[in-house]
Nanobody
Framework: QVQLVESGGGLVQAGGSLRLSCAAS????????MGWYRQAPGNQRELVAD???????KYADSVKGRFTISRDNAKNTMYLQMSSLKPEDTAVYYC??????????????WGQGTQVTVSS
């Protein structure tokens, strides 16, 4: 019905930058809120940032001023620009979206995750 595919993860040194992308595909009528979550080993999955269809954003305190979330509604794609990366940002990053499919079916979808590793 809907697939979310993340890309852009990798290995970067502390202080570096990465840009994650999340592309949604399928029988999509519209997408409401989208968000980035992350999960480090031994930790619970946590919200990093989210964005409404109108562009209102929210960030975790730990990433404010360093990460920027954005989306391109025409492309059903969301981005996360990460700067001034720290070793504690190391985690698997997941994309999440509230999707309305053709036929008004609502689904909450997750991507498969992309690994971000920040070396000190």
């Amino acid at each position: 019905q809907v697939q979310l595919v993340e890309s852009g993860g990798g290995l970067v040194q502390a202080g570096g930058s990465l840009r994650l992308s999340c592309a949604a595909s399928g029988s999509i009528f519209s997408i409401n809120a989208m968000g980035w979550y992350r999960q480090a080993p031994g930790n619970q999955r946590e919200l990093v940032a989210d964005i409404t269809s109108g562009g209102t954003t929210k960030y975790a305190d730990s990433v404010k001023g360093r990460f920027t979330i954005s989306r391109d509604n025409a492309k059903n794609t969301m981005y996360l620009q990460m700067s001034s990366l720290k070793p504690e940002d190391t985690a698997v990053y997941y994309c999440n979206a509230d999707v309305i499919l053709w036929g008004t079916v609502k689904v909450n979808a997750w991507g498969q995750g992309t690994q971000v590793t920040v070396s000190s």
